[in-house]
């Protein structure tokens, strides 16, 4: 699972594959254009918010502290997920404790 997280961190923004819990919110965005057109782009970014926001109550519920984050690389999530059309549109990293220096922007080398 580490490497998988490793090969969709985009420029070594983040270090997620350190984080005990990584979760991808993921969709067809084909079908949602088909089904909504036009508003295909605001309705599934409001209802992946939505999703995400409630992800974010239930760890924080359970004493878990959780961050969004949506600089990853996609193609990964599509290769593991179904293809060309399947899209992640957020990542929640969940940890047990604050987020803490491993989760800061990385200058530098990977540590």
């Known amino acids: 699972m580490r ?19 990584t979760f991808f919110v993921t969709t067809d ?16 970014h409001l209802r992946a918010g939505a999703a995400t926001t409630r992800l974010l ?10 961050r969004v984050h949506n600089g990853f690389l996609t193609q990964p999530i599509r290769d593991v997920t179904g293809g060309p059309s399947r ?6 990293m969940v940890a047990r404790k604050r987020a803490s ?5 990385q200058v530098g080398a990977d540590r």
């Not at 220096?101 to 922007?105: D, E, G, K, L």
């Open 3 to 21: 490497a998988f997280l490793r090969r969709c961190q985009l420029a070594q923004s983040t270090n997620a594959h350190l984080a005990p819990a």
């Open 87 to 92: 899209i992640a549109v957020f990542a929640v």
């Open 57 to 66: 109550v239930a760890a924080s519920a359970e004493g878990l502290v959780a």
């Open 101 to 105: 220096a491993r989760y800061r922007i």
């Open 29 to 44: 965005a084909d079908e949602w254009r088909r089904e909504r057109g036009d508003r295909a782009y605001v309705d599934l």
